[in-house]
Nanobody
Framework: VQLQASGGGLVQAGDSLRLSCAVSGGAFSGYVMGWFRQASGKEREVVAAFNRRSGSTYYADSVKGRFTISEDNAKNTFYLQMNSLKSADTAVYFC???????????????????WGQGTQVTVSS
């Protein structure tokens, strides 16, 4: 399974970006999907996650109401819509999936088996 993240860039505070994560080489259905980020000098943190089996969704408190995780099953792609971006959102963003049929929604990176290469998001204030 391969993940290809895209959509990052340099934007101003208040702008929007949509990150995409294309999944190939495996069955997309049943996956749990997550977006993580790592700012310079900080640990990786979960941003949003979605369990297709249970329909449950998780957002970090820092992005609630601004970010939305979604998917397009026909395109084997999931997204992170980021609105009202802040300088604190500046980080490398990673997408991740795991093919296990989970009843819970993992929000720890170690629970995800497959990772994309990361895409840089820089928000200038």
């Amino acid at each position: 399974v391969q993940l290809q993240a895209s959509g990052g860039g340099l934007v101003q505070a208040g702008d929007s970006l949509r990150l995409s994560c294309a999944v190939s080489g495996g069955a997309f259905s049943g996956y749990v999907m997550g977006w993580f980020r790592q700012a310079s000098g900080k640990e990786r943190e979960v941003v949003a996650a979605f369990n297709r089996r249970s329909g449950s969704t998780y957002y970090a408190d820092s992005v609630k109401g601004r970010f939305t995780i979604s998917e397009d099953n026909a395109k084997n792609t999931f997204y992170l819509q980021m609105n009202s971006l802040k300088s604190a959102d500046t980080a490398v963003y990673f997408c991740a999936t795991d093919p296990r049929q989970l009843r819970w929604l993992p929000i720890v990176g170690s629970e995800y088996r497959f990772w994309g290469q990361g895409t840089q998001v820089t928000v200038s204030s």
